[in-house]
């Protein structure tokens, strides 16, 4: 057992993998950071009351740094200004931007993926509660902690002198683990969302009555037109949400059996799509994150032209 599990994990595997999922995650960050308007966040969250800060744990260790001990309001670490979660917010741009270029990667990804834990947990402590940044954040940390710039990077660059070797050619027994454990957390996400839809309303969850009020409210709300013109059939509303349930409760056989990666990725790609233009929620780091499913090296390699036989001299 002990040796099918390290080589389950630690097989050797191409570095390539790992670099394309390390630019296309740190690119998508960037993008999400734009797209959300972070800054503006982050300046609105700093005249909020008091009452309406309450931190996890997690972020007032991480926090402990600006003022240990209860002060004189009773908190347990010192509130940051959100002049410093801009500075903080800043960092970690600019650590993304240097993680997706691959110079010193494996600290720059490290203080991305900090940096990111910070600032989303200060957005949790007024309640403002997201799912789309763990899956991320765990998989930065991941990458910091392998061989992710390795080749397709400026350190690679450098490490050979301007002359880095065939970048599919790379291989390393860690460059597998981390992309083996973001598919992992696929499922695991899904199978929470689906015990959580069933706890709290059963099967009625897919009656399609709530979809279509979510969809009319966030469409007229959004200007979002799909989800406008969607609001209005009750059936194929109510079809969409068995095919999520369905969806989610049985992703996990995607990645045990490689081969219904054909089914479910374009549908995960699909439904998360749907779900910005319909609601507007946006999913763009899973969309990034399902990247881990593509099989990179396997794709260029079948892409590159193959070397005519060589001739003998005459």
Known sequence: MSRAWNTYWFAPAPCFNLAVVRIIACFAILFFAWHNQLYTVI??????????????????????PLGWGAGADGIWAARPSSEFVSLVLTVFLVSAVIGMIGLLTNISLFVAALTLLYVALYKYAFGDFHHTEPAMIIALFAMA????GRVLSVDSWIRNRGKPADPLSVLSPFAGWPLKLVQWLFPLFYLSA????????GLDWANG??????LARDGIAGGHVLGMWLSQYHTLVMLGQIGVLLFQSTFFLCVIFPTLRWIYVPAGLFLHTMIYFTLGAPFFSWISLYSVFIPWSAAVSRLRPRKAPGTAAA
């Open 145 to 148: 902690l392998s061989p992710a």
């Open 194 to 201: 689906v015990y959580s839809k069933l706890t709290h309303s």
């Open 43 to 64: 300046a609105g969250l700093g005249p909020m009351p008091h009452e309406s800060y309450s931190p996890f744990i997690m972020f007032k260790v991480l926090n402990a």
């Open 209 to 214: 009555y709530t979809l279509q009020w979510y």
